[in-house]
Nanobody, 130 residues
Framework: QVQLAESGGGLVQPGGSLRLSCNAS????????IGWFRQAPGKEREGVSC????????YFADSVKGRFTISRDKAKNTVYLQMNNLKPEDTAIYYC???????????????????????WGQGTQVTVSS
C-alpha cells in the first residue's frame, strides 16, 4: 500500500526558511518521481518541484526557482523540499505526490494537467506572514 507522509510545515516570517519532508512507505522509489504541489485558497493546485528518484533530474516552477531546492535520500525513502527566502505568496497547503516516471519528462510529472501523479499525501500547511 503506497503511503506518503508530509511533515515540516508551519508559520514563518517573510524571508525565512522551511524544509518539508515526504516519507514514502509501501513501495520502493525506483522508477518513480516524487513532487511537491501546492494549493492556495481559491486557486488551483500547481506543481512546485519534482525529482526523478533514479537520475536526479529536477523541475522547478518559475515562481520558486533560485529559492527552493529538492533532494532525495534513497536509503530513507524520503524527499525534501528546502524553501528559502519565503514570500507571503508561498502560503498554501503543500502536498507530496508520487508515481512511475515511465516515458514522461520530469516537467510532465510536475504538470497537474497531465494527471501523471496518482499517489498523494494529506498535505502540510505553510504560512508565510509577519
Amino acid at each position: 500500500q503506497v503511503q506518503l507522509a508530509e511533515s515540516g510545515g508551519g508559520l514563518v516570517q517573510p524571508g525565512g526558511s522551511l524544509r518539508l519532508s515526504c516519507n514514502a512507505s509501501g513501495f520502493t522509489l525506483a522508477y518513480y518521481a516524487i513532487g511537491w504541489f501546492r494549493q492556495a485558497p481559491g486557486k488551483e493546485r500547481e506543481g512546485v518541484s519534482c525529482i526523478n528518484i533514479d537520475d536526479g533530474s529536477t523541475y522547478f516552477a518559475d515562481s520558486v526557482k533560485g529559492r527552493f531546492t529538492i533532494s532525495r535520500d534513497k536509503a530513507k525513502n524520503t524527499v525534501y523540499l528546502q524553501m528559502n527566502n519565503l514570500k507571503p505568496e508561498d502560503t498554501a497547503i503543500y502536498y507530496c505526490a508520487a508515481d512511475w516516471v515511465l516515458l514522461n519528462t520530469i516537467q510532465q510529472m510536475c504538470d497537474m494537467s497531465k494527471l501523471t501523479m496518482n499517489y498523494w499525501g494529506q498535505g502540510t500547511q505553510v504560512t508565510v506572514s509577519s
